[in-house]
């Protein structure tokens, strides 16, 4: 039996009970689940590992602001999640979705993994508990703020385990809906499926969407639709008829590549583009290196100008900090290569 099926032969109250117990670092086995029956802790003790993951091992960046778990699950397969300081002095987890990536984007090393399978979604809530412990462990005295979804793999093609995962910890109170976001290289099908899934929350959604141009972004996106720009205003319209929330946008993810899509030119096109969205915004993201990758990062000076251009035109930029690039553990490195 999996965790699904256990928590569907109990009554519904226990299913909250169950989550709420998991997360109480307290509890070190199913044995102190006090609120279950002696049966019901027997079934889970029979047929679910408390320790999700059979092997952990942490790497940690030289400026001690950014830890990588290297996570083993229990048919052999691995994932990374980082642990992340942000600019408030709190934690940042990026978790991952899946093991591997079907996507394909040419500039990111977890692509080249090809897609394993997905995980499970208590694969993906232990990841919260596990950083969790490792701060109560550590007595680092800083609480978890937000939760990225922009570890290893495609959120939205494991629609049902993320969603289910979000509705936990939103429940919980561990988390409200504008601290988590989820990324997605624009997966069509499951964006129109939020618009009319009633338990799919109001977290932030970001778009990687690297280039404003079709052809260029079929290159660095191989996955891309027709007509994908397109779809996807048409599609912001009705997300944001759903979602009326000012504190919600739409945040587009744009990775610099150097000679690629970096111009000014290309600054330009993607301004216009973003500005049909109205409550949008942009992050860019300078490339990360990957071994075996031919792309360069996008020099200092043209990152500072493609920004400026497209913030002249209208559009709110920020740029990512680059974080635990020494450990592997940047954006777009995720690839078992320790």
């Not at 997300?239 to 929330?245: G, T």
Request: hydrophobic share 40%; charged share 25%.
């Amino acid at each position: 039996m999996k965790l699904k099926e256990i928590l569907e032969s109990f009554k519904p109250f226990k299913k909250r009970l169950f989550f709420q117990a998991y997360f109480d670092l307290n509890n070190h086995s199913f044995s102190d689940f006090t609120n279950f029956s002696k049966s019901e802790r027997n079934l889970m003790e029979h047929h679910l590992h408390f320790q999700v993951f059979k092997k952990e091992t942490i790497f940690e960046s030289k400026k001690g602001d950014t830890f990588k778990a290297l996570l083993e699950t229990y048919d052999g397969l691995k994932i990374e999640t980082v642990l992340m300081e942000n600019a408030r002095g709190a934690y940042t987890i990026c978790v991952s979705s899946q093991v591997g990536c079907a996507m394909g984007c040419t500039f990111c090393a977890t692509g080249t993994m090809g897609l394993k399978r997905n995980l499970e979604f208590i694969e993906i809530l232990a990841q919260y508990r596990f950083w969790s412990k490792f701060i109560k462990n550590r007595r680092l005295d800083k609480e978890i703020l937000n939760v990225v979804f922009m570890g290893m793999g495609e959120p939205l093609a494991n629609y049902l385990n993320v969603r289910e995962t979000l509705n936990v910890w939103i429940d919980l109170k561990l988390l409200g809906p504008t601290r988590i976001t989820v990324s997605t290289v624009g997966v069509l099908p499951a964006l129109q499926r939020i618009l009319v899934d009633p338990l799919w929350p109001n977290v932030r959604i970001a778009i990687s969407l690297h280039s404003a141009d079709s052809r260029k972004r079929k290159e660095i996106v191989p996955t891309t639709v027709a007509r994908f720009h397109q779809k996807l205003i048409d599609w912001s319209r009705a997300y944001f008829k759903k979602f009326s929330s000012n504190r919600l946008r739409v945040t587009f993810e744009y990775t610099l590549i150097d000679g690629v899509n970096d111009s000014l030119e290309h600054a330009k096109e993607l301004a216009n583009y973003i500005l049909q969205f109205g409550k949008a915004k942009l992050n860019v993201i300078p490339l990360n290196a990957v071994p075996g990758q031919a792309f360069e990062p996008s020099q200092k000076e043209n990152i500072n100008l493609f920004k400026n251009k497209v913030l002249h035109m209208g559009v709110d930029v920020t740029q990512r900090k680059t974080m635990g690039e020494d450990i592997n553990a940047a954006c777009g490195q995720l690839a078992l290569n320790n």
